[in-house]
């Protein structure tokens, strides 16, 4: 059985369950604001159950090593290891949005406002990676229009020709 | 209600907590991190050793500021956001200059 397979399975069983609980949780059918309230949690915990699932494959998939993040900081072409500049963008990228996380989680609602120090500190790092990427094309580009190409050598039916040419010249002339 | 809540809060924490820990874990397991602190020619570099201790010091700064007082996104001190630009600045006019300066031009002549 495929790994796809399985997670839809996994998913549809407990979307399933979910749904045998909710539909017997306790409370007045004739009411119709406790209906639109089970149907509310009931929704509520789907998408959770959904968000879940979905990250739970990408977990999986990313500590077997199908998703690859080798990539992640190192550089292609000639630099061999990590980039310093796209490790401090992974750096702060993550950073601030663990503290978003956090701060949405205490509060339960989303900050008022991002410090623009914030922004700029992103900014900055980005841009920086922008040009370092750039200044490594360039020299990758110089490099390859400098280098002296020698010429592919004469096919042979050219070469002789070329030294039949002064006999030929001088019995014509 | 608040049985959702509570769930819906476990859970992205629980989550967000594991793909940090196993993207760090797949990284110091895949990735080579030698090229953080050399140039390409494989000698020290001064400029990548300032700029990543500078990365690291402002990331664990924010970091603990945050755990410390979670109630808002705090401000970066200015100081702070100079000195990053001004480190970033290094680092480039290094790596233009390791790829474009007088160095190179020598070695593509020979």
Known sequence: MKPETKYILM?????????????????DKASTEIALNKLKIATGFTLLALVFLFGFAVL???ANGSIDLSDLLSETGDSKGASMSRFQLLIFTLVIALSLFLVVVSKM??????????LTLLGISA????????????ATQTTTTTAVVPPPPLPAEVQVTTTTQPGSGAAGG | MRLLEI??????????????LVTLWRLFKSASFAGLVRSNDGSLSPGRI???MLTVLTALQYLLATLRDPSHLHSLP???????GGSQMLYLGAKAWNSF????NNSEEQ
């Open chain 1, 60 to 62: 999986v998939y990313i």
């Open chain 2, 101 to 104: 300066g007088p160095k190179r």
């Open chain 1, 127 to 138: 841009s920086t990676y922008a040009v370092s990427k750039g200044i490594q094309m360039s």
């Open chain 2, 50 to 52: 300032q700029l990543l």
């Open chain 1, 109 to 118: 609602q989303f900050p008022d406002s991002i410090p623009p120090e914030i």
């Open chain 2, 7 to 20: 769930t819906a809060r476990w859970e992205l924490t629980i989550l967000i907590m594991s793909f940090g």
């Open chain 2, 78 to 84: 200015s100081g702070i956001v100079a000195a990053v």
């Open chain 1, 11 to 27: 998913g549809a069983l407990v979307l399933v369950i979910l749904g045998f609980i909710l539909a017997y949780l306790p409370g």
